[in-house]
């Protein structure tokens, strides 16, 4: 497709439900990032991947949440046993590369998926 | 820490007249400067971005300006229209030939008729 794509873009969950959200990266993108966003407040950084390999977890809150990448182009995170907490809107990003030329590491976002926990 | 903080929080203004946000940062080392709009149930989309040895970046009705000395950026919006009612997302890359980036918190603008 012609930009990033999440799915699915509203998800409700009660508490103590595993969820998995789903990101389809620009095609030929290497790079990819999933981003946790509160309510008015920017994006936050949870994990970055590299092709398939996952470089940096650092960001992700607690060890419920679970991201993968294993052919190196759509990405699936997964929370397990949601709690009220974890509402939020969940970003997904990509870019060709990073480090470089600005233009090489632009990050372009997906829609978001927005969760809901009850 | 690296930080980047933007102001204010929250802006109305009228269709029609200008307005400028601002943003500072302390990411170190530097690498670039990035500010996003951010519509209502979308991702945040680029609108200009600056390196080290840029001071002033146009696209449009939008120009980001940079000062690595004092560490600030601002955007200014020129004849706003109601289509800018949106988020403004200050974004700064640091420069370990890696991914880094620090996003500020927004902008919330209301442009009203």
């Known amino acids: 497709g012609a930009g990033v794509s999440q799915s699915p873009r509203y998800k409700v969950a009660k508490r103590g439900q595993d969820v998995a959200l789903r990101c389809d990266p620009i095609?030929?993108?290497?790079?990819l990032f999933w981003y946790q966003q509160a309510l008015g407040q920017g994006p936050e950084f949870l994990t970055y991947?590299?092709?398939?390999?996952?470089?940096?977890k650092s960001g992700l809150p607690s060890d419920r949440f679970f991201a993968e990448r294993p052919e190196g182009s759509v990405s699936t995170l997964k929370i397990q046993r949601t709690q009220q907490e974890d509402s939020a809107v969940y970003l997904c990003?990509?870019?060709?590369?990073?480090?470089?030329?600005?233009?090489?590491?632009?990050?372009?976002f997906g829609p978001g998926t927005r969760l809901t926990v009850l | 820490k690296n930080q980047v903080e933007q102001s204010p929080q929250s802006l109305i203004i009228l269709e029609g007249k200008n307005c400028t946000l601002q943003?500072?940062?302390?990411?170190?080392?530097?690498?670039?400067l990035r500010w996003y709009k951010q519509d209502t149930g979308r991702g945040p989309v680029s609108l200009t971005i600056?390196?080290?040895?840029?001071n002033t970046k146009s696209n449009g009705r939008y120009t980001a300006t940079l000062d690595a000395d004092t560490k600030q950026s601002s955007l200014h919006i020129t004849a706003s229209q109601l289509s800018d009612s949106a988020s403004y997302i200050c974004?700064?890359?640091?420069?370990?030939?890696?991914?880094?980036?620090?996003f500020g918190a927004g902008t919330r603008l209301f442009v009203k008729a």
């Open positions: 990003a990509s870019s060709l590369g990073v480090g470089g030329l600005p233009s090489y590491n632009e990050q372009f």
């Open positions: 095609s030929g993108h290497v790079s």
């Open positions: 991947f590299q092709n398939e390999a996952q470089l940096d």
């Open positions: 943003c500072n940062y302390t990411v170190s080392p530097f690498s670039n």
């Open positions: 600056m390196t080290f040895s840029e």
């Open positions: 974004v700064v890359s640091e420069d370990t030939g890696g991914f880094k980036t620090i």
